[in-house]
């Protein structure tokens, strides 16, 4: 038998057929659209999850469950989507509603701790039984597995690691707060400080790699320009980094899981970005002195771990 996974993003829903070694088979994607009523997305779910099956030549027959992640606050006993608001749910029966499109079993996460999941069945996590999983992506998302099963807290809201505060009174977060992890350590802010760091510069290489217009600024600027000697380039980095390693050693030192790996986009920079990121938790960890620390790694299934984590969930 095989399992459906969807990863319910803002853009797009993105499907696959995950079979029994942990593979997707198949896939199937359709446009998001958001925001939109519940049930018009719902309708386009159930599309890419035919696609899906039709693209891995099965039958829907062969399909044992669907588990879905998604953004928001998520009960997951009742698979209701409490509040995400780039999708404008509230209050969403996800699980009862694709059920009725598609007559399976039907699961339903938040996004990031799906991912975390995927990562932890078939990823970087795969033989631990304490794992965290940090994206740095437009934000900073965050999955905790303890003793085999997802950290959700009481009310299915906990691991939001990206809003705890690293600086006080520091930036402002669309969360409401200022300082946090995510306003310092996400794509976005990496861009943010490239452009305050171009504007510091005029001469440096990020001018030239960005065709000189600041808006052409990337996650990759600053990595690029360092590489080519750029002193400008190099201590974008080099904060950034400083900024990354206080999460990750807040972390650390909350859960000291077995590993801790890094995904999104930028942590296709591998060890440029994940040794130095090492260096600085190795002297921040409280249980540094002791024989076991947190193997700090990056994730390894990309995109794949939300489809992947969403179909294992049932």
């Known amino acids: 038998m095989y399992r459906l996974g969807i990863d319910l993003g803002g853009t797009n829903i993105a499907t696959g057929v995950v079979d029994e070694n942990c593979k997707i088979i198949g896939v199937g994607k359709v446009k998001t659209n958001a925001p939109r009523p519940a049930n018009e997305i719902i ?66 996460e938040n996004d990031a701790n799906a991912a975390a999941y995927g990562e932890y069945v078939a990823g970087a996590g795969k033989g631990t039984e304490s794992f965290v999983a940090l994206t740095l992506g437009t934000g900073v998302g965050g999955g905790v597995i303890i003793d085999g099963k997802i950290f959700g807290g009481s009310n299915g809201a906990g691991a939001e690691l990206g809003h705890t505060v690293i600086q006080m009174n520091g930036v402002p977060c669309s969360c409401g707060r200022n ?36 808006e052409n600024a990337s996650g990759r ?44 986009g930028i942590s296709n920079e591998g060890e440029t970005l994940m040794k130095p990121i090492r260096d600085i938790v190795s002297g921040e960890n409280y249980a540094r002195d002791m024989e076991k620390a947190t193997l700090i790694k990056a994730a390894s299934l990309g995109n794949d771990a939300g489809i992947i984590g969403a179909a294992l969930l049932g």
């Open 43 to 108: 309708d386009d779910m159930a599309k890419s999850a035919l696609l899906a099956v039709k693209d891995a030549g099965i039958t829907m027959d062969e399909v044992q469950s669907i588990g879905v992640g998604t953004p928001g606050s998520v009960d997951y006993k009742t698979g209701t989507v409490i509040y995400a608001n780039n999708l404008g749910f509230f209050n969403v029966p996800l699980a009862e509603e694709l059920k009725k499109r598609l007559n399976k079993e039907v699961f339903v």
């Open 179 to 214: 300082g946090c992890f995510e306003a310092y350590a996400s794509a976005t802010a990496l861009i943010r400080q490239t452009k305050q760091a171009m504007t510091r510069y005029p001469k440096s290489k990020m001018w030239e790699l960005c065709k000189n217009d600041i």
């Open 221 to 264: 600027t600053a990595f690029d320009a360092m590489r080519m000697g750029d002193e400008a380039g190099k201590s974008v980095v080099d904060e950034y980094i400083k900024y990354v390693a206080i999460g990750v050693a807040n972390m650390v030192n909350i859960f000291q899981p077995d590993v801790l790996c890094i995904g999104g």
